[in-house]
């Protein structure tokens, strides 16, 4: 899950909790047979027109795909795809997919990622940028009801009937505006068609092996092309790991827990530099502050805008990443010390809003895999977690909400099998709440041949390329020579590095991720999807 401005980048899977007895899951449910072999024409590279790429002087093209795989010779649908090549004077490495995550980020100008591996280690490869299908400069691009997560919304935590009813209708109303704007797109929107036009990428590029560069959602990807296509998969780095057991029910019982323990850190962040923000000397202080606020902007939104919903999402940012803690914290002591809203607006964002990635998120999370319809289920699990976990549960699972009236027919998550990849480096920090630490352990397990990296202590999601020279480091040494560190014994990780550091009070967020990838990541993601992982 992520919010407007925040990347969770990044799964963010914010889910609507169901029944999980009756739900099935990626371990249960056998991969549906290969569809008939397709192969496109080959790329017909061009200029480009965003600035990072025009800069760079990367190409740009399209790559024709069936909609529906089991219908090769049926109607074509375009990907936008963006190419880097490697330097000049070093031996190729092959072509280097790059996914940001979501589902619904684009990934067209993250051809640039190459130049923040250390040590030149990227040059030796094509980095290859893409939007998935639905997403951005890819024909067609899904939108449903642009401004639907503009201003004024009701409160996330239903504690009347009336708010319930209002996030239903709303939710409802969206599923059906989904419908209407996606027609036959809708029921070709699974993590298995991405991971087909992955394939089909790597075919119009000619190449024998692709690598790969998975961030949150992205992981998933790689997960399931790993199982598919595990002969096609050179190399492959994967970054805020997602648990492919736990698709996608599951993992919001988790995230809802896990962001519960990452706003606190936060909160104690503020605590500790109290001589700058003055919001309170102690975790529990600063929390209390936080929602004592909340409730009160409920009927007196500030500066007209900022409701409890957008305070919570402005938040949200600050449980998935360190970098825009010193912004959150400037417009969050502004508000309370001089009820100046111009910050909390700064960070929401303005019109005119975009929903092309919340929508394909739900064209993705609500078709992978069937959907609770029961309302009174979704409640009872909601309230019971929130109970525990109140900070993220009501806003994730309205978020979701429109899964239950969601128009496409629901699939079947693939099996994954990571036993025959034989080269991955997975990295997580510890108590990423996007994607779970517990996630890397399980892919760790699922692919014997993988080794993890812990960003150990850290609350930062998909923060690999951030500077910190354990993890960098270690990156750029297995792009260069494909060697792996030592594989350890145990459930455990096999590396511990430092985690991405918390700012100074004094820097901004552009400052904290300035230069690298996490910049080029927000950027490629144009901070416009409330989640992404």
Known sequence: MIRRFVVAVGVSFALVAGTLSTLPTASAVPARSQPASYTPSPIKWGACTAPSLVKRKAQCGFVEVPLDYSRPGGRKIQLAVSRIVHKAGVKPQGPMLVNPGGPGGSGLTLAVLGEFVPNHAGDAYDWIGFDPRGVGSSKPSLSCIPDYAGYNRPPYVPVTRGIERAWTLRSKAYATACGKAGGALLGHLTSLDTVRDMESIRKALGASQINYYGFSYGTYLGQVYGTLYPNRLRRAVFDGVVNAKRIWYQANLDQDFAFNKSIKVYFAYVAAHNSTWHLGTTEAAVERLYYAELHRLNGHPAGGKIGPAEWTDIFTQAAYYVYGWVDISNAFAAWIHKHDAAGLIALYGTPPFDDNGYAIYLGVQCTDTQWPTDAAAVRRDNWRTYFKAPFLTWSNAWFNAPCQFWPAKASHPVKVNGSRVKSLLLINETLDAATPYSGALQTRKTFPNSVLIEGVGGT?????????????????????????????PGNRSDVKCPPVPAPQPTSSAAAASSGSAKAAVRQALSLSNPREG
Do not use: E
Not at 460 to 488: E, F, M
């Open 460 to 488: 930062t999601h998909a923060g690999s390329l951030s500077g910190v020279a354990c993890t960098d480091d270690r990156i750029a040494a297995y792009l260069q020579t494909g060697a792996l560190p030592p594989r350890r």
